[in-house]
């Protein structure tokens, strides 16, 4: 039974360019969120999809977007990085209508310089 | 606004002994409070979760207390072992929402 996997582990870009980061769920789930940690800080919430659909996003600009794929897979897009947004991205999968447990991955380091 | 906040950055433990992580929390809309375990290198790990409407709950090994009076949340870690080094968190997630709100975390060592 798979876990949650994100691609890719580590990325680095410059400031400007455009970035998309992946992300596929634990087996039989179909709700993806995507959260931003910052060092030493917990993480932040982006946004969550479902049925292929933005269904809750946290207080993030409209330079972050996402799209979820009929197998229920999901990119992060982000554009005209910042220095401020290299983070660790992760991804969660749940079970829309199942338990509060949400499965993290173990999320892709993203350093903008 | 909303906040979830941890008292101690750092708690350092003998191995064996038990571990108290608290937390406190300002949104008092919220229908669950978990608590998650982060080891460097991976993402959050579920631990346990409580909700809104119980005092406590029990794990393996783990207890969550939660004080709706004070707005306070605690994670019990009975017979501490090195494996359980690791950061924690808590986290709220509001009633009708399914995003969780985190805090910044508390890094339980453990030393044998």
């Known amino acids: 039974d798979a876990g949650v996997t994100q691609s890719p582990t580590h990325l680095i870009k410059t400031r400007g360019q455009q970035v998309t980061l992946r992300c596929s769920p634990k087996?039989?789930?179909?709700?993806v969120s995507w959260y931003q940690q910052a060092l030493g800080q917990g993480p932040q919430f982006i946004f969550q999809y479902y049925e292929e659909e933005e269904r809750q996003r946290g207080n993030f600009p409209d330079r972050f977007s996402g799209h979820q794929y009929p197998n229920y897979s999901s990119e992060l897009n982000v554009n005209a990085l910042l220095l401020g947004d290299s983070a660790l991205y992760l991804c969660?999968?749940?079970?829309?209508?199942?338990?509060?447990?949400?499965?993290f991955g173990p999320g892709t380091r993203l350093t903008v310089l | 606004g909303e906040s979830v906040g941890l008292h101690l950055p750092t708690l350092s433990v003998q191995e064996g002994d038990n571990s108290i992580i608290n937390c406190a929390y300002s949104n008092s809309a919220s229908d669950y409070f978990i608590w998650y375990k982060q080891e460097s290198g991976k993402g959050p790990q579920f631990i346990i979760d409580i909700r809104s409407n119980m005092d406590k709950r029990q794990g393996q090994r783990v207890t969550v207390l939660l004080n709706k009076t004070v707005k306070h949340l605690s994670l019990q870690i009975a017979a501490t072992q090195p494996g359980d080094s690791a950061v924690y968190f808590c986290a709220e997630k509001p009633y009708n929402t399914d995003k969780l709100i985190f805090g910044t975390g508390t890094r339980l060592q453990v030393f044998p």
């Open positions: 087996s039989g789930h179909d709700t």
């Open positions: 969660a999968s749940s079970l829309a209508g199942g338990t509060n447990e949400q499965f």
